[in-house]
């Protein structure tokens, strides 16, 4: 009996937070860079118990959305949009497993990562989560695209030769989406000649699945 204590105690101790660590992940923005937008370390592995702090390291726009968990997570895991230098979201991280997670205004771009907390997660463990929906974990695969959505912005940048958009956009209310600057890609025949930064434009957005939108119709106001 008395070694049966001192193991459960010796296992209390493991997880107790007086031994859990911190750990930071910077959100970097380097447009001359290769890799414009990048989270570093952009793979982590860390301990539950443990708590991870994204910081804005410079005056751009970012955020931080988890969109696979393991199962036994029951909240939506993502930060504010951040806007300035110095800005963070912090999170402890208590189930095991694999999480993906990606800056939603620079995901086109890359921005992306993988945080493993004890043990990776094997196939059917993890669930993705619907940030369309706000709180409701849901099977992607399983759900059927929208299509046809309208909105507003202001062109920041524009690359016709890649059918590339850099967007302030209006909120959006059927994703839930606040206003923020997002990178998007133009369906092929979609005529981006007349279009040029600091224009007002209505666009339209196609859900192609997974959570990627591309720009099916774009005019100026």
Known sequence: MKKLLL?????????????????????????????????????????????????NVQDDMHDVMFV??????????????????????SYTFTVPGTYKFHCHPHEALGMEG??????????GETVKMDHHNMGKKTDTAKTAPVKGIPATGIVNSIDVAGGTLNITHDPIKVLNWPKMKMVFTAEKGVDLSAIKAGDSVTFTLKDVGGDDYTVSSIQKK
């Open 7 to 55: 193991t459960t105690a010796a296992l209390a101790m493991m997880v107790s937070p007086a031994f859990a660590k911190d750990f930071t992940v910077k959100q970097v923005s380097d447009p001359a860079g290769d890799k414009p937008y990048y989270f570093s370390p952009s793979n982590l592995t860390i301990q539950p118990g443990d708590t991870v702090t994204f910081v």
């Open 68 to 89: 696979e968990v393991p199962k036994g997570v029951n909240e939506m895991i993502m930060s504010p949009m951040s806007e300035k230098e110095g800005d963070k979201f």
């Open 114 to 123: 993988t945080l493993i907390v004890g043990q990776a997660s094997k196939p």
